[in-house]
Nanobody, 124 residues
Framework: QVQLVESGGGLVQAGGSLRLSCAVS????????MGWFRQAPGKEREFVAN????????YYADSVKGRLTISRDNAKNTLYLQMNSLKTEDTAVYYC?????????????????WGQGTQVTVSS
């Protein structure tokens, strides 16, 4: 079992920044790749980025490269998503998820565990 708890969402103006956190726990989470997804109103959940915990290999969706950065703090067992130059189209519920597959895993069906999500709203 892997437990994931997101935090850090909120309301921000376009061009601003936010950092999301995902507290990770469980006996074997180091075997997993941890990812971020987002779901905007009326749209399907989409992959943002992920990182294989044990070696830090990262994979990004093309749409977020250069603006969003995934990272982790091993000492705190926490995954982060730093979001810069935010746009109104970044408005969504952001989810942390864990997969036993590799870091290039982008399909929601291939993720085994999910957090409850945190709302990010970007105003114009």
């Amino acid at each position: 079992q892997v437990q994931l708890v997101e935090s850090g969402g909120g309301l921000v103006q376009a061009g601003g920044s936010l950092r999301l956190s995902c507290a990770v726990s469980g006996r074997t989470f180091s075997r997993y790749a941890m990812g971020w997804f987002r779901q905007a109103p009326g749209k399907e959940r989409e992959f943002v980025a992920n990182m294989r915990w044990r070696d830090g290999i990262i994979y990004y969706a093309d749409s977020v490269k250069g603006r969003l950065t995934i990272s982790r703090d091993n000492a705190k067992n926490t995954l982060y998503l730093q979001m810069n130059s935010l746009k109104t189209e970044d408005t969504a519920v952001y989810y942390c998820a864990a997969t036993s597959r590799g870091p290039a895993t982008t399909m929601t069906r291939d993720y085994d565990y999910w957090g409850q999500g945190t709302q990010v709203t970007v105003s114009s």
